[in-house]
Structures are given as C-alpha cells and as structure tokens.
C-alpha cells in the first residue's frame, strides 16, 4: 500500500532525513545515480513528499553541499578555539581537517568544487554556507595577523594562498593522483604538515631569489 500524503508531510524531521539517505546513495553511485523516488522510498515516504523540502534535485544536491561547507567551517572554529594561542597550529589542523574530509567525502568534494553548482547565488542556502566556511578560514588567519606572523599581505591574500594549497592537495589526493600516497590518517597528517611546512616557509632558499636576480 502506498504512503499516503498526510503521513509524508507529518514524516519526523524529513529534510534531514532525506539528506541523510541521500549522501550515500551519492557516495555508491554518483551524481547521476542519485533520484528523489529512491530517496523517499528510502524513507518511507510518498514519491510527492521530497518535493515539500526541494524542489528538485539540484536544490537537494545544493543542500548536500551546503551541509559540506558547514562541516569545514565547523574545522576551522574547532581548531580556532583549541589553539587561539597558538596560531599556526590552528592553520595547520584546519588545513589537515580539510585534507581528512575531502579525502574521506569525494564524492561530495566534487558536488560542492566542480562547478556543476554555483555557490556564488545570493541568498541561497549554499552560497551563505560556501561564504562563512572562507570568513572562518580567514579568520585563522587573522590569528596570525594579529600575533604578527606573517608578511605583509592582506588577510584575504593570505586566506587565498593557504586555502588554494590545501584544496589542491586535497583533490589530488580524493582524486588518486599522487602516486604511491597512503590514505590513513597517519600518513595524511604528516603529508598535511610537511605541505604546511612548505607553504608557511616558501619554497626559495634564503639567498636564492637574490641570486636570481
């Protein structure tokens, strides 16, 4: 016997719960593979009853993504909080956080980076989520402003430069293209520092961009 309506609509929580159901069906079989009929049989709902939470697909997708951007920033204020004295620590565990979901969450790595939504809509669930996981990012890096650490570039600079290291590291690695690189968390974390290490110090020696020019 089919679900009714009313008991769809009166489902406990079913945004959630779709959400929920969603994500991995998303991780099994992709983007594509992904529909709202299966989602509400999953939950034991009417086909209709999705539909009063998103309406369609990519909303539901942006939702997906939204929730993804929402983990980072909570990284980034759970690593701010943990070492607010110690700056570069909070950099590097926030960085190391990202490099540990991306790699643990591919699929909706690619959902929430590869441009097939656009986080740049205002007002959108997704956007606001897309823009308060770089203020929190930047705000870290504020951090260090403060404590006098870094040079003199704008904050929004350095946000750029750190976030722009750690994502590609991160989708090289969700994406297997470092060969030979293991995915336990151990070793993510030490590739993590040694990144950071890199980042932080510069790649030039000392003398060598005298010499160069």
Do not use: W
Not at 73 to 81: I, V
């Amino acid at each position: 016997m089919p679900v009714s309506e009313k008991k769809s609509y009166h489902h406990k929580d079913l945004r959630n719960a779709l959400l929920s159901a969603a994500i991995p069906v998303l991780k099994e079989k992709g983007v594509m593979g992904l529909g709202m009929r299966e989602l509400a049989t999953l939950t034991g709902v009417s086909h209709g009853a999705p539909y009063r939470h998103f309406s369609d697909k990519t909303a539901l997708l942006e939702a997906i993504a939204a929730q993804g951007y929402r983990q980072l920033s909570a990284l980034c204020n759970s690593a701010r909080e943990r070492y607010r004295q110690q700056p570069l620590q909070a950099l590097e565990e926030a960085g190391i956080g990202y490099l540990l979901f991306v790699v643990d969450n591919p699929e909706i790595a690619r959902l929430m980076f590869s441009g097939v939504l656009s986080p740049v809509r205002q007002g959108s669930e997704l956007g606001e989520a897309a823009a308060c996981a770089e203020h929190d990012l930047l705000r870290i890096i504020e951090l260090g402003k403060q404590a006098g650490l870094y040079a003199d570039f704008d904050s929004r600079e350095l946000t750029t430069a750190s976030l722009s290291m750690v994502h590609g590291l991160s989708m090289l690695l969700a994406s297997d293209r470092l060969s030979g690189q293991q995915h336990d968390e151990r070793s993510l974390r030490a590739l993590g520092r040694k990144v950071a290490v890199i980042l932080l110090n510069g790649m030039l020696r000392r003398d060598a961009g005298n010499e160069e020019r």
